[in-house]
């Protein structure tokens, strides 16, 4: 992966792991939908782009889930490992998608 997409990746994740906490506003969640929707369809182009076909799915999943123009809503219980879970397929992408975006 380009160092360029390393950031991203971890800032993702991180805002992942802070909507598990009870102190986030409702405004937060709205940012974080955009944010991860907006992403996850950029991060599966690319994947589809280097045939990590199955990666593309996984952020296409990721990317309908976090859809802030046609939101799931689930409750909180619900998203808490949905969050978790997003969190750990950004992370594991920097090491899924490492060698094959420099041929981009």
């Known amino acids: 992966m380009n160092k360029e997409l390393y950031f991203p990746s971890i800032i993702i994740a991180v805002l992942l792991i802070i909507a598990i906490f009870p102190i986030n506003k409702y405004g ?3 940012f974080l939908r955009w944010v ?11 994947a589809y782009q280097i045939g990590k076909k199955y990666w593309a799915w996984i952020m296409g999943i990721i990317a309908v889930l976090f859809n802030p123009i046609i939101p799931i809503y689930l409750k909180k219980e619900i998203w808490r490992p949905i969050d978790i879970i997003s969190a750990g397929i950004y992370l594991i992408s920097l090491f899924v998608l490492k060698d094959k975006m420099s041929k981009l």
Request: hydrophobic share 55%; proline share 0%; aromatic share 36%.
């Open 28 to 30: 937060y969640y709205i």
């Open 36 to 46: 991860v929707c907006l992403s996850s369809v950029f991060f599966a182009y690319l």
